[in-house]
């Protein structure tokens, strides 16, 4: 039977004690110090109740006949609604906790103090802390008393009045009359008309509550007015901040500091449960088995969201737990002396006890809802076996090469609001994301991630934990290095390598950084040195500062679409010290942590020039300009007089060195993209000028990214008139891993190599961003892998917390990053196991989706990878990705179909030492299983296919980079380092991520890796095979991208080649002609190792005895480079192939287990 009961609203005040902002997503990291009164109700949000009579209460323990009711409670606050079943006995507690509440409160002395409000003074209540002994005896006396008053088996009815002097002479009555003719409690005025009020809208005339019925429920008749007497009670107590803000108010309506914070979705069922400890799949035998037998349960507050299930202590309010929502989740009933819910996952098997059958039947429905419609994605089968589905429409953007990635990732840091995820398997606090550094240390890693720790972000790192006897690393150094930074930066390494783990050989190989669960990079370029590069791959870096002989300035304008052209102005969130001018301090000029000159990398677009004089060029000085929504917080001074005082400057220095040369030798500076050049933001500010823009439903994340990047000054950026600059690559930066491995990290600024006689290993590598759910699914890997780590290492600690993952709902992409990337559908791919992720399933996507896209492309396959070690038929190496390449080639072959596959790796591997030497064992043993999978052996791909295909070349050519430079007046070659992990199918697939092709990455049950394969959702025309031919945006713009590095045609005077059809015999044979021309080049002008020339360890040392041409005869040597084309050579397939490569047993590298290195 239902009531008429009419809800009530109560409105939610703005003044919260604790913060403004309480329910943004960062509130959940603040800590509440006053652990009984929190107010986590929404600001000017109604507050609406309704109490409905639903049955009589038969599910108890024990029959009461006086109270048989159960009521409905339905409440709706802030656009949550949802739905509370309480007995007449749990409303009884709730009015005997409220009357001990106002009964602590009148013995506590009060004193007035003045309070600045309106001119009136206002009564300030204290904590028996700041008063006597004598008042916090009475306190902890009523505290004691607790329990007998909180009895709930009969009705608790006090017909005497007590008034009580305190010791600072206050007189606080108290009365409370009960008539037993009505059956009800009445509070009088006199014992609530001083209490404190929270609102202006609860005066002290309002605090006094409605009368509680308190008789039994037996007269039936009587049952429609005793509901509206609870609902008018309980309405009172919501409207009221003191009442409603009581922890036993907050659990009587189940409401947590959880369930309307923004970002974790809709609030869903909460309350405080009984739960058994143990049950994770991470711990088992005698310990698992101890700890559910012996240990006792205890009470914990679950509250469940759209994608897992959550507790956290009753007290603290600190999440102890995580259950996410996987293959694995369900949840069963159970009957035992009091019914038992039993929550299972992946990760943990939880055992909860209830008090009544109804409360426990309430669960597994709530937990069923919410598995059947929004979890149901993350319980169901998925494409490649893979844990998170596909996101449909989603956007993204690839970066080639670390300055693209470093840059665009150092201004999306700028953005975070809430928290920040990284993950690598090296982290180098003291690298430069922006370079050369001429803002001093402002976008130095770990400047910049002490910054956002200070303006309240929490920046958690998992690092891998090496094992130190084999890497040098040092992620102790990193760990401490960070976290000495800010107490908001949280780290851990892991795994911690004990006896009878078995990781020793893996390790943690994702390259991961997520911003506010909004953005989330993924790709292989690591947070640490010697990553950092661009298109140029420069050999030598010895910095300098010249000025130019003429007074002129250039703006460089670039038309092609990037994250970099757009984001470029976000870095200016912070006052930027101006250069200075070398008479003022020429030694700041060029310093390892000092401001520097301005950079001379290359800007890696097709660009137009416009110059201009100085005397017209605008020189401008950084600056934030005031938002263009008219916020009152920025202040600025004068900048004309700033801008003209340091154009005259500048102009004054640049006549007083007319007579410098320009060293043609050095890069043009580093030169920023103009922001009016982007489109798609001058549209939207015009709108936003003509007040046409309509604003979308974006959520909270989504604004802020779209006001904030939209109020920043547009910035047309001219060369100051330097030339050179401060070094690219500073101190440890400056790497050749095979020259010499890193010694003494803890000793950033120190270099290692002689930079005069060793030119540095160019790095080439790929990474993308994306957004929205896509980088929801990323921030969720790293929760999971975060919340095992530290409930095996840091359980107790509660400085560093469990990571809760947001809601899926609602996420939109904000139109800002939209017009700067590519619509597509992206999953996230995974190899992960119990060792690495916490879980009993081990999953391997990533190798599932290569050997997917391989045996269903169509035209070509275009491979860059670290390694690429995969054989046919062998039990030592276990992945499949050469039998699909294998049985893909020879169905081209037979059905005569134009099918190509690029493949590009290193011309040696990353390893310290030389081919030969007892030093370069390590770098051997890779290369004997390179070879053995690609050449030399029954099981290598190539000699597969020459027992079905005459000429495999015909089909797949293996390639590498190499480039050269100069070196104080010598020619001086050196590989370029391919570590990108990428394949591209047909211009419509991609898959970018961590992982290599050998067994390590690729079995899930070894090292554990990172991808996203995409699949584009945006087409353009295009060719294929000489046919028409509807490419996708995202993968057609990374090969064009790659394509043009590699062929040399981003340099001035390249030739024209068209490259939209990788298919067609004719660019196909032109790719392997211009590698093998670049080869010759090289080993005519340099005699460089590895080539076809040496099959052995002898030819090896006869081939470096050779006179190189570039030593006795330069012009011919220069004449020869100057017809290279790119980087492009041939990967060498003969090389020592009449020699043994295998490890010796005598090096620590023959006694490794081979799948060290497979």
């Given at each position: 039977?239902?009531?008429?009961?009419?809800?009530?609203?109560?409105?939610?005040?703005?003044?919260?004690?604790?913060?403004?902002?309480?329910?943004?997503?960062?509130?959940?990291?603040?800590?509440?110090?006053?652990?009984?009164?929190?107010?986590?109700?929404?600001?000017?949000?109604?507050?609406?109740?309704?109490?409905?009579?639903?049955?009589?209460?038969?599910?108890?323990?024990?029959?009461?006949?006086?109270?048989?009711?159960?009521?409905?409670?339905?409440?709706?606050?802030?656009?949550?609604?949802?739905?509370?079943?309480?007995?007449?006995?749990?409303?009884?507690?709730?009015?005997?906790?409220?009357?001990?509440?106002?009964?602590?409160?009148?013995?506590?002395?009060?004193?007035?103090?003045?309070?600045?409000?309106?001119?009136?003074?206002?009564?300030?209540?204290?904590?028996?802390?700041?008063?006597?002994?004598?008042?916090?005896?009475?306190?902890?006396?009523?505290?004691?008393?607790?329990?007998?008053?909180?009895?709930?088996?009969?009705?608790?009815v006090t017909t005497s009045k007590q008034c009580v002097t305190l010791t600072?002479?206050?007189?606080?009555?108290?009365?409370?009359?009960?008539?037993?003719?009505?059956?009800?409690?009445?509070?009088?005025?006199?014992?609530?008309g001083s209490l404190p009020s929270s609102s202006s809208t609860n005066s002290?005339?309002?605090?006094?509550?409605?009368?509680?019925?308190?008789?039994?429920?037996?007269?039936?008749?009587?049952?429609?007015?005793?509901?509206?007497?609870?609902?008018?009670?309980?309405?009172?107590?919501?409207?009221?901040?003191?009442?409603?803000?009581?922890?036993?108010?907050?659990?009587?309506?189940?409401?947590?500091?959880?369930?309307?914070?923004?970002?974790?979705?809709?609030?869903?069922?909460?309350?405080?449960?009984?739960?058994?400890?143990?049950?994770?799949?991470?711990?088992?035998?005698?310990?698992?088995?101890?700890?559910?037998?012996?240990?006792?349960?205890?009470?914990?507050?679950?509250?469940?969201?759209?994608?897992?299930?959550?507790?956290?202590?009753?007290?603290?309010?600190?999440?102890?737990?995580?259950?996410?929502?996987?293959?694995?989740?369900?949840?069963?009933?159970?009957?035992?002396?009091?019914?038992?819910?039993?929550?299972?996952?992946?990760?943990?098997?939880?055992?909860?006890?209830?008090?009544?059958?109804?409360?426990?039947?309430?669960?597994?429905?709530?937990?069923?809802?919410?598995?059947?419609?929004?979890?149901?994605?993350?319980?169901?089968?998925?494409?490649?076996?893979?844990?998170?589905?596909?996101?449909?429409?989603?956007?993204?953007?690839?970066?080639?090469?670390?300055?693209?990635?470093?840059?665009?990732?150092?201004?999306?840091?700028?953005?975070?609001?809430?928290?920040?995820?990284?993950?690598?398997?090296?982290?180098?606090?003291?690298?430069?994301?922006?370079?050369?550094?001429?803002?001093?240390?402002?976008?130095?890693?770990?400047?910049?991630?002490?910054?956002?720790?200070?303006?309240?972000?929490?920046?958690?790192?998992?690092?891998?934990?090496?094992?130190?006897?084999?890497?040098?690393?040092?992620?102790?150094?990193?760990?401490?290095?960070?976290?000495?930074?800010?107490?908001?930066?949280?780290?851990?390494?892991?795994?911690?390598?004990?006896?009878?783990?078995?990781?020793?050989?893996?390790?943690?190989?994702?390259?991961?950084?997520?911003?506010?669960?909004?953005?989330?990079?993924?790709?292989?370029?690591?947070?640490?040195?010697?990553?950092?590069?661009?298109?140029?791959?420069?050999?030598?870096?010895?910095?300098?500062?010249?000025?130019?002989?003429?007074?002129?300035?250039?703006?460089?304008?670039?038309?092609?679409?990037?994250?970099?052209?757009?984001?470029?102005?976000?870095?200016?969130?912070?006052?930027?010290?101006?250069?200075?001018?070398?008479?003022?301090?020429?030694?700041?000029?060029?310093?390892?942590?000092?401001?520097?000159?301005?950079?001379?990398?290359?800007?890696?677009?097709?660009?137009?020039?416009?110059?201009?004089?100085?005397?017209?060029?605008?020189?401008?000085?950084?600056?934030?300009?005031?938002?263009?929504?008219?916020?009152?917080?920025?202040?600025?001074?004068?900048?004309?007089?700033?801008?003209?005082?340091?154009?005259?400057?500048?102009?004054?220095?640049?006549?007083?060195?007319?007579?410098?040369?320009?060293?043609?030798?050095?890069?043009?500076?580093?030169?920023?993209?103009?922001?009016?050049?982007?489109?798609?933001?001058?549209?939207?500010?015009?709108?936003?000028?003509?007040?046409?823009?309509?604003?979308?439903?974006?959520?909270?994340?989504?604004?802020?990214?779209?006001?904030?990047?939209?109020?920043?000054?547009?910035?047309?950026?001219?060369?100051?008139?330097?030339?050179?600059?401060?070094?690219?690559?500073?101190?440890?930066?400056?790497?050749?891993?095979?020259?010499?491995?890193?010694?003494?990290?803890?000793?950033?600024?120190?270099?290692?190599?002689?930079?005069?006689?060793?030119?540095?290993?160019?790095?080439?590598?790929?990474?993308?961003?994306?957004?929205?759910?896509?980088?929801?699914?990323?921030?969720?890997?790293?929760?999971?892998?975060?919340?095992?780590?530290?409930?095996?290492?840091?359980?107790?600690?509660?400085?560093?917390?469990?990571?809760?993952?947001?809601?899926?709902?609602?996420?939109?992409?904000?139109?800002?990053?939209?017009?700067?990337?590519?619509?597509?559908?992206?999953?996230?791919?995974?190899?992960?196991?119990?060792?690495?992720?916490?879980?009993?399933?081990?999953?391997?996507?990533?190798?599932?989706?290569?050997?997917?896209?391989?045996?269903?492309?169509?035209?070509?396959?275009?491979?860059?990878?670290?390694?690429?070690?995969?054989?046919?038929?062998?039990?030592?190496?276990?992945?499949?990705?050469?039998?699909?390449?294998?049985?893909?080639?020879?169905?081209?072959?037979?059905?005569?179909?134009?099918?190509?596959?690029?493949?590009?790796?290193?011309?040696?591997?990353?390893?310290?030492?030389?081919?030969?030497?007892?030093?370069?064992?390590?770098?051997?043993?890779?290369?004997?299983?390179?070879?053995?999978?690609?050449?030399?052996?029954?099981?290598?791909?190539?000699?597969?296919?020459?027992?079905?295909?005459?000429?495999?070349?015909?089909?797949?050519?293996?390639?590498?980079?190499?480039?050269?430079?100069?070196?104080?007046?010598?020619?001086?070659?050196?590989?370029?380092?391919?570590?990108?992990?990428?394949?591209?199918?047909?211009?419509?697939?991609?898959?970018?991520?961590?992982?290599?092709?050998?067994?390590?990455?690729?079995?899930?049950?070894?090292?554990?890796?990172?991808?996203?394969?995409?699949?584009?959702?945006?087409?353009?025309?295009?060719?294929?095979?000489?046919?028409?031919?509807?490419?996708?945006?995202?993968?057609?713009?990374?090969?064009?991208?790659?394509?043009?590095?590699?062929?040399?045609?981003?340099?001035?005077?390249?030739?024209?080649?068209?490259?939209?059809?990788?298919?067609?015999?004719?660019?196909?044979?032109?790719?392997?002609?211009?590698?093998?021309?670049?080869?010759?080049?090289?080993?005519?002008?340099?005699?460089?190792?590895?080539?076809?020339?040496?099959?052995?360890?002898?030819?090896?040392?006869?081939?470096?005895?050779?006179?190189?041409?570039?030593?006795?005869?330069?012009?011919?040597?220069?004449?020869?480079?100057?017809?290279?084309?790119?980087?492009?050579?041939?990967?060498?397939?003969?090389?020592?192939?009449?020699?043994?490569?295998?490890?010796?047993?005598?090096?620590?590298?023959?006694?490794?287990?081979?799948?060290?290195?497979?």
């Amino acid at each position: 039977m239902s009531g008429g009961n009419e809800s009530t609203t109560a409105q939610c005040p703005t003044d919260y004690p604790v913060g403004q902002r309480r329910h943004n997503f960062r509130s959940l990291y603040e800590d509440v110090p006053d652990k009984q009164s929190r107010d986590y109700f929404i600001p000017n949000a109604s507050l609406s109740c309704k109490v409905l009579k639903a049955d009589d209460d038969v599910t108890g323990r024990s029959f009461n006949p006086f109270h048989t009711a159960m009521y409905t409670i339905e409440l709706e606050h802030g656009g949550h609604c949802w739905t509370v079943r309480r007995r007449f006995r749990d409303f009884f507690s709730l009015h005997n906790r409220i009357l001990l509440h106002k009964a602590k409160l009148n013995f506590i002395p009060r004193r007035k103090i003045a309070v600045a409000d309106e001119g009136e003074d206002k009564l300030a209540w204290h904590s028996s802390m700041d008063q006597p002994d004598r008042s916090s005896k009475i306190v902890d006396m009523l505290c004691s008393t607790e329990m007998s008053i909180m009895d709930p088996g009969l009705p608790h009815v006090t017909t005497s009045k007590q008034c009580v002097t305190l010791t600072h002479g206050t007189l606080n009555k108290a009365p409370i009359d009960s008539s037993p003719l009505d059956g009800v409690v009445t509070l009088r005025h006199s014992s609530i008309g001083s209490l404190p009020s929270s609102s202006s809208t609860n005066s002290s005339e309002d605090n006094d509550l409605p009368p509680f019925p308190v008789w039994p429920n037996i007269f039936h008749d009587r049952s429609d007015q005793r509901t509206e007497k609870l609902n008018s009670y309980l309405n009172a107590v919501l409207q009221n901040v003191i009442y409603r803000n009581l922890k036993e108010t907050r659990d009587f309506i189940e409401v947590s500091r959880y369930s309307f914070v923004s970002g974790l979705g809709q609030k869903r069922k909460e309350g405080l449960l009984k739960k058994r400890p143990g049950g994770r799949q991470a711990y088992g035998g005698i310990i698992r088995c101890c700890t559910e037998m012996f240990a006792s349960w205890r009470y914990r507050f679950f509250f469940l969201k759209d994608t897992y299930l959550a507790y956290a202590h009753p007290e603290s309010e600190d999440v102890r737990a995580v259950m996410l929502f996987d293959p694995g989740f369900h949840v069963k009933l159970e009957e035992y002396r009091k019914p038992r819910l039993t929550v299972e996952n992946l990760s943990r098997t939880l055992v909860i006890k209830c008090k009544t059958k109804e409360d426990a039947l309430a669960w597994e429905r709530a937990i069923s809802t919410a598995v059947k419609h929004p979890g149901k994605e993350f319980l169901q089968s998925n494409a490649y076996g893979s844990t998170y589905p596909i996101r449909m429409n989603s956007y993204g953007m690839w970066f080639v090469d670390g300055k693209d990635f470093m840059e665009n990732l150092a201004n999306m840091i700028e953005l975070a609001e809430e928290e920040i995820f990284i993950t690598d398997w090296w982290l180098s606090p003291e690298i430069y994301l922006k370079r050369p550094a001429i803002e001093g240390r402002r976008w130095r890693l770990d400047e910049l991630l002490k910054r956002k720790a200070e303006q309240g972000v929490h920046i958690y790192v998992l690092l891998y934990k090496e094992v130190q006897i084999a890497l040098g690393i040092k992620s102790l150094y990193s760990k401490r290095r960070l976290k000495e930074l800010h107490p908001n930066i949280h780290v851990l390494r892991h795994p911690d390598h004990l006896p009878g783990s078995g990781v020793f050989l893996w390790a943690h190989h994702e390259k991961i950084v997520v911003i506010d669960q909004n953005i989330a990079f993924v790709g292989g370029i690591d947070l640490c040195y010697g990553r950092w590069d661009d298109s140029e791959h420069r050999l030598t870096d010895f910095g300098s500062v010249t000025f130019a002989t003429k007074k002129t300035a250039t703006i460089i304008e670039t038309n092609e679409k990037s994250v970099l052209s757009a984001f470029r102005s976000v870095s200016r969130m912070l006052p930027v010290v101006s250069m200075r001018a070398a008479s003022e301090d020429h030694a700041d000029l060029d310093v390892v942590d000092g401001a520097q000159a301005l950079s001379s990398a290359e800007v890696d677009q097709p660009q137009r020039k416009q110059t201009l004089t100085t005397s017209e060029a605008a020189i401008r000085l950084r600056f934030k300009r005031p938002s263009l929504f008219s916020s009152s917080r920025f202040h600025f001074q004068n900048i004309s007089d700033l801008m003209a005082k340091y154009k005259k400057r500048t102009e004054s220095k640049l006549e007083s060195e007319s007579d410098r040369k320009s060293d043609s030798a050095n890069p043009p500076p580093r030169r920023r993209s103009i922001f009016a050049n982007v489109h798609p933001w001058q549209k939207l500010r015009h709108a936003l000028k003509e007040g046409t823009f309509r604003q979308e439903e974006f959520d909270e994340a989504a604004k802020y990214y779209e006001e904030r990047l939209v109020t920043l000054q547009q910035e047309d950026d001219v060369d100051s008139g330097l030339l050179g600059g401060g070094k690219y690559w500073i101190g440890k930066d400056y790497v050749n891993f095979i020259f010499k491995d890193f010694t003494a990290i803890d000793l950033p600024y120190n270099d290692f190599i002689d930079r005069r006689e060793t030119p540095r290993m160019p790095w080439h590598d790929i990474a993308s961003v994306f957004f929205s759910t896509v980088a929801r699914d990323v921030a969720r890997h790293f929760i999971e892998r975060w919340n095992a780590c530290k409930t095996e290492k840091n359980k107790y600690d509660r400085k560093m917390p469990y990571l809760i993952p947001k809601t899926y709902e609602r996420t939109r992409v904000p139109q800002m990053f939209r017009d700067i990337s590519h619509k597509c559908h992206v999953q996230l791919l995974r190899s992960a196991s119990p060792w690495s992720v916490g879980n009993n399933m081990m999953e391997a996507s990533i190798h599932r989706a290569y050997v997917g896209l391989i045996e269903n492309a169509k035209h070509y396959i275009y491979i860059e990878n670290q390694f690429f070690v995969t054989m046919l038929d062998r039990t030592d190496v276990q992945n499949s990705i050469a039998k699909a390449l294998y049985d893909r080639i020879v169905q081209a072959h037979r059905k005569k179909e134009a099918f190509r596959v690029y493949v590009l790796l290193p011309l040696l591997p990353g390893f310290e030492g030389q081919v030969g030497t007892t030093g370069g064992s390590a770098l051997q043993a890779v290369l004997y299983w390179t070879y053995q999978s690609i050449s030399k052996g029954p099981h290598s791909l190539l000699e597969n296919l020459s027992r079905e295909i005459e000429d495999p070349s015909e089909y797949i050519i293996f390639c590498s980079l190499r480039t050269h430079g100069i070196l104080l007046d010598k020619m001086v070659t050196e590989l370029i380092y391919i570590h990108s992990k990428l394949m591209i199918v047909d211009d419509r697939w991609t898959i970018i991520g961590s992982a290599n092709i050998n067994d390590r990455s690729m079995l899930g049950k070894r090292d554990s890796e990172v991808a996203v394969i995409v699949e584009d959702a945006e087409f353009e025309a295009s060719k294929m095979n000489g046919q028409d031919y509807f490419a996708g945006k995202f993968a057609r713009s990374l090969r064009h991208r790659l394509f043009y590095e590699h062929l040399g045609l981003r340099k001035k005077n390249s030739p024209s080649i068209d490259i939209s059809d990788p298919s067609s015999e004719r660019f196909f044979s032109l790719w392997k002609g211009i590698a093998r021309k670049n080869t010759d080049i090289y080993e005519k002008v340099f005699c460089c190792i590895p080539t076809d020339e040496a099959k052995t360890f002898e030819q090896v040392k006869q081939y470096k005895g050779r006179l190189k041409l570039s030593d006795y005869d330069e012009t011919s040597a220069k004449a020869l480079l100057d017809d290279l084309t790119g980087n492009l050579v041939l990967f060498p397939l003969r090389f020592l192939c009449n020699s043994d490569l295998s490890p010796s047993y005598m090096t620590k590298e023959g006694l490794a287990p081979t799948s060290l290195f497979t």
